[in-house]
Nanobody, 114 residues
């Protein structure tokens, strides 16, 4: 089952976006969940992770600007992105952590203009 991220778009530098991703209850209840991103010409990277207990960790490049959260009742995770920079431009994906190959969706495009 592919996980579909939504909420991307075009925003000016310094702006904000909130990404969402709904997952099945089974995946959500037993896995840490994460947001990943892939910029053109670069490898996919882990952006933020949240455990089933709600503990979080972030890539150094987004610390203090991005916040990952999860709503266990809705089996949904979110990524609040503030202070966006042009280097945040990428396709953003949600998946478990570590990722489950069959669950990669098409992602959502985030474009930050300078």
């Amino acid at each position: 089952v592919q996980l579909q991220a939504s909420g991307g778009g075009l925003v000016q530098a310094g702006g904000s976006l909130r990404l969402s991703c709904a997952a099945s209850g089974r995946i959500f209840s037993i896995n840490a969940m994460a947001w990943y991103r892939q910029a053109p010409g670069k490898q996919r990277e882990l952006v933020a992770l949240i455990t089933t207990a709600g503990n979080t960790s972030y890539a150094d490049s987004v610390k203090g600007r991005f916040t990952i959260s999860r709503d266990n009742a809705k089996n949904t995770q979110y990524l609040q992105m503030n202070g966006l920079k042009p280097e945040d431009t990428a396709v953003y994906y949600c998946n478990a952590a570590p990722p489950i190959t069959s669950h990669w969706g098409q992602g959502t495009q985030v474009t930050v203009s300078s």
